[in-house]
């Protein structure tokens, strides 16, 4: 782990969990796997602490455990997961787009709480869209669990590992930690249960949900306090079928900017065909031939078998070539991910050197190995500065220097020095860059609110009296007295701030996608 | 790569390799030496990219402010402890509210599984029945809680919650003005009045 990672990771603990529990995390991040007394021993922290922080980090899928001989378990931190809660808006807002508003909830809901029992989700995101509704309407828990059904058949949400039903003919004291089971046949394996009721508005213990339970309790009861139908089948929210999904939005949308809106659905229509079909790893997915992918075109599109091949082989001679023609179609991923990692490459080449830089860039990545001369003669740009612009991007990293010596002996005399660009070893330095540029942004953003503190809560302490006062029915005159308490630079002092924040969240955003298109390329590069 | 030779002073220094292959050309000047570390924040060359707005960009980014918020509120947001205090110097009624939380604590052991809720429920009814020995203590909502405490109990991701609830009845118990516990709650009132 790299310190950058480690960095960021610190800061995104220490936000959305708080310092004891970024304190422990962060440590088992950099030492790798440890026993509880190790690390309360070597973080200074109580017992107690440290047993509370590692029970939050493992409810949220952040840390590991493993029972060693000699019964002594060890906890691991997951650091590329913690890295995963930079994502977590982007998540919540696909989920909102295939799924509306239920799902967005039920997502939100998972993500905030790491994992949790159907029954349990399905009444809280009830509670809270009724919520939202109009008075007298209340919200169904069937619709609710509808959506949660869908949202695992597509493979958005699944089981977590479950703990082995063990005999209980085990002779001697029970190991001091479960070893979960991940079968795979059940990831997706929904409950039957049937769960009755609607949400609620304010906080009341009436009953609400009566159940056929699994396997283990078959009692039907409409009791208050029965036990939860479900109990032991836990959810969570399958971030690796997110990526997918946002692997094939930047797909798409990349067709779609290169050729035209018919070849874009043409893909996607690809894509979706073998969506459950391709596991996540795959460089490529299954072939699919050109009638199968003309039968699932949707129904808007009127386009001839004709000329559903016409479109299909000029994507396959695409000199970009994404894709692979031979009886039927292959979608290569991994060339697809490097396409993708160097249109980012080129771009911010471009944006942090200008243009002319950009076409030297390009230029190599063409030609693959170039001289000097040569860059100078094909860029058409001249000595000096194509020499310059070359050094800059040298140093940055972003091209490097290939040595090919005439003589055994290396003399640097007698070598020929080619500039090239290595994709996989830029994309790995510009990764880096990103994770130190979110971790400046959050640091930043940091310090912003705190340098404005008080000002913050001045404002906050006046809404709420506003407020107050507001519900009590007070006068317009006494709601403007208090209004002017907040002075009109201390007024414009806010709006700067939020503007800043704003833009600085953002930021925050707009580089986690950079790191998305940037960690697929690398990840898909090793399977190989 | 290419070692620099002498001749350090004597116009530019000799070099080892023909300096012409790596686009150096003769009477060219070589960029000045750096004598300091680049500036902190150099100034940039070309203007940044304009961020995503629009409809999209705009909800997301409210997404992330709430979630921001949210995550602050749920029970998963360890606050850092009130600090151990010399026990001989205070008053002992005050002890014992800390005896309860620790009792509390050790029922959280190590990984629970579901397997593992009888054997908590049962810890914790034991507890209980600690706790309601020492019923001069104990209030009237703090047996409400308890109840509460026992149904969610179920949830096993609200086990740990139990503490964060007897933290905050604190704050609640103090505005019903409870003769019993004001001292404790003042205690951490105090502590935390001091500027």
């Not at chain 2, 007897?166 to 205690?187: C, K, L, P, R, V």
Request: include cysteine; hydrophobic fraction near 35%; proline fraction near 6%.
């Amino acid at each position: 782990m790299t310190q950058a990672e480690i960095k960021l990771c610190s800061l995104l603990l220490q936000e959305h969990f708080g310092e004891i529990v970024e304190k422990i995390g962060v440590h088992l991040i950099r030492t790798g796997s440890q026993p509880l007394r190790v690390i309360a021993h070597d973080t200074g922290t109580s017992l107690d602490q440290v047993k509370k922080a590692l029970c939050v980090l493992i409810q949220h899928n952040l840390v590991t455990y493993q029972v060693h001989k000699r019964g002594v378990v060890e906890y691991e931190a997951q650091c590329n997961r913690v890295l995963r809660m930079l994502r977590y808006p982007r998540y919540i807002y696909t989920a909102k787009t295939l799924y509306s508003d239920t799902g967005e909830l039920i997502v939100e809901e998972l993500l905030l709480n790491g994992k949790m029992t159907m029954s349990a989700v399905v009444k809280k995101v009830a509670d809270r869209l009724t919520e939202t509704m109009e008075d007298g309407k209340t919200m169904d828990y069937a619709e609710v669990s509808n959506t949660f059904v869908r949202l695992v058949d597509t493979h958005f949400v699944q089981r977590c590992p479950l703990v082995p039903a063990t005999e209980n003919s085990d002779t001697g004291p029970p190991p001091p930690a479960p070893t979960l089971v991940v079968s795979e046949k059940d990831m997706y394996l929904v409950p039957k249960l049937s769960l009755i009721g609607k949400g609620k508005r304010r906080r009341s213990s009436d009953e609400d949900a009566t159940g056929e339970p699994k396997a283990k309790r078959p009692k039907q009861t409409t009791d208050n306090k029965e036990p939860i139908p479900d109990d032991g089948i836990y959810w969570q929210a399958n971030l690796d079928r997110f990526h997918q999904h946002f692997r094939d939005q930047a797909i798409v949308s990349a067709v779609a900017n290169r050729m035209d809106q018919t070849s874009s659905e043409i893909v996607r229509t690809m894509l979706r065909m073998s969506e459950v079909t391709t596991p996540s790893g795959a460089p490529f997915t299954q072939p699919l031939s050109s009638n199968e992918i003309f039968r699932s075109l949707p129904v808007g599109y009127n386009i001839s078998k004709q000329v559903l091949d016409q479109y299909l082989t000029l994507l396959a001679d695409d000199p970009v070539s994404l894709f692979f023609f031979l009886f039927s179609f292959f979608y290569y991923l991994h060339k697809a991910l490097g396409s993708l990692a160097t249109a980012t490459l080129e771009s911010v080449v471009q944006e942090r050197f200008g243009s002319r830089c950009a076409r030297i860039f390009r230029l190599v990545l063409q030609k693959k190995h170039l001289e000097q001369k040569q860059v100078e003669d094909f860029a058409m740009i001249p000595a000096k500065e194509a020499k310059d612009m070359l050094y800059k991007m040298l140093s940055e990293n972003f091209i490097s220097l290939q040595e090919i010596p005439k003589t055994p002996d290396h003399a640097p005399s007698r070598t020929f020095y080619l500039y090239t660009v290595n994709i996989l070893s830029a994309a790995r330095m510009l990764l880096h860059r990103c994770y130190k540029s979110v971790a400046n942004l959050i640091e930043r953003r940091q310090f912003e609110t705190k340098e404005n503190k008080r000002l913050l809560e001045k404002s906050q302490r006046v809404e709420a009296i506003i407020a107050s006062m507001q519900a009590t029915g007070a006068e317009e005159a006494q709601l403007q007295e208090i209004e002017e308490m907040i002075t009109a630079p201390e007024r414009q002092q806010l709006e700067t701030l939020k503007r800043n924040v704003n833009k600085l969240d953002a930021c925050e955003i707009q580089v986690d996608e950079t790191i998305f298109l940037l960690e697929s390329y690398i990840e898909s590069t090793m399977k190989r | 790569m290419a070692s620099r030779g002498g001749g350090r002073g004597c116009g530019r220094g000799q070099l080892t390799f023909n300096v012409e292959a790596v686009g150096i050309g003769k009477g060219d000047a070589l960029p000045p030496p750096t004598l300091q570390p680049s500036p902190l924040f150099p100034p940039l060359e070309f203007r940044p990219v304009p961020l995503p707005s629009g409809e999209e960009g705009e909800y997301v980014l409210a997404l992330k402010q709430e979630l921001r918020g949210a995550m602050r509120q749920l029970p998963y947001f360890i606050r850092p402890a009130v600090p151990k205090r010399d026990w001989r110097r205070l008053p002992r009624e005050l002890k014992i509210r800390v005896r309860k939380l620790q009792k509390e604590r050790t029922t959280i052991i190590l990984p629970k599984r579901p397997p593992k809720t009888t054997e908590d429920k049962e810890e914790t009814i034991q507890k209980l029945e600690t706790l309601e020995k020492k019923e001069e203590e104990v209030t009237s909502e703090e047996d409400e809680e308890k109840e509460e405490e026992e149904e969610k109990e179920e949830e096993e991701e609200e086990e740990y919650d139990e503490e964060e609830h007897e933290e905050e009845t604190d704050y609640i118990m103090s505005y019903f003005d409870n003769g019993e516990d004001f001292g404790g709650d003042s205690d951490d009132n105090m502590d935390e009045a001091i500027y």
